[in-house]
């Protein structure tokens, strides 16, 4: 059983579309996370949510809107996509107390062209 | 200045060679230090964590931190190819937020 899955692996659309992916854990953990890794494999938190409440915010464009319809869903709706979307993004969940032992799903693969 | 600085490599070694792997920080409020290692196209697993300062050991991986030079590092012992990946170091706050720091990730061959 995969314990953090991701929907779709792989995007490819162009700019200006809106797309959404879709991140389920079967962990029972109760804080999951979004985070984009770029070409040069940095990888930088954007959100964060416990029990569904908003816990991280970072510096990201407000085209980018987390929901978490439940502690076991996070989705991320990006609007008017941009070239600079493409990347890889990965959704991680984690358990409360242990907040370094992430774990992450096998990424979706955005691409704008 | 970014807060986690890695050496991309690549690194390549032959197969049984210790190997270590090296990060340095700026931030002194740093007190979580964990590595993950990223197969190709997967996502980062976590290798091991360590609070503060110190070493740990988990088989042929030992983590070490030195807080006073802001310097941490993941030792290897007895490479395998199959320990070749990407190895990302990353930190946090001692906070419940989960906000973690990564490095960008060294990316090590194990050649057979």
């Known amino acids: 059983d995969t314990a953090v899955s991701q929907t779709p692996k792989y995007l490819v659309t162009q700019m200006g579309n809106d797309k959404s992916i879709k991140c389920e854990q079967n962990l029972g953990h109760d804080t999951m996370y979004w985070y984009k890794q770029d070409s040069k494999k940095f990888l930088k938190i954007m959100f964060s949510y416990n029990n569904k409440e908003l816990i991280i915010n970072e510096t990201v464009p407000n085209r980018f809107s987390p929901k978490s319809p439940d502690k076991a869903h996070l989705n991320l709706h990006i609007n008017s996509l941009e070239l600079g979307d493409s990347a890889v993004y990965f959704c991680?969940?984690?358990?409360?107390?242990?907040?370094?032992?992430?774990?992450f799903g096998p990424g979706t693969r955005l691409t704008v062209t | 200045q970014k807060e986690v600085e890695q050496d991309p490599g690549p690194l390549s070694v032959p197969e049984g060679a210790i190997v270590s792997l090296n990060c340095t920080y700026s931030n002194s409020a740093f007190q979580y230090f964990m590595w993950y290692r990223q197969y190709s196209r997967k996502g980062p697993e976590l290798l091991m964590y360590t609070y503060s300062s110190g070493n740990k050991e988990d088989g042929r991986f030992t983590a070490q931190v030195d807080k006073s030079s802001k310097y941490i590092s993941l030792f290897i012992r007895d490479s395998q190819p199959s320990d070749s990946a990407t190895y990302l170091c990353a930190m946090s706050e001692k906070s419940n937020t989960g906000k973690l720091i990564f490095g960008q990730g060294t990316t090590l061959q194990v050649k057979p």
């Open positions: 991680a969940s984690s358990q409360s107390g242990f907040p370094y032992e992430q774990y």
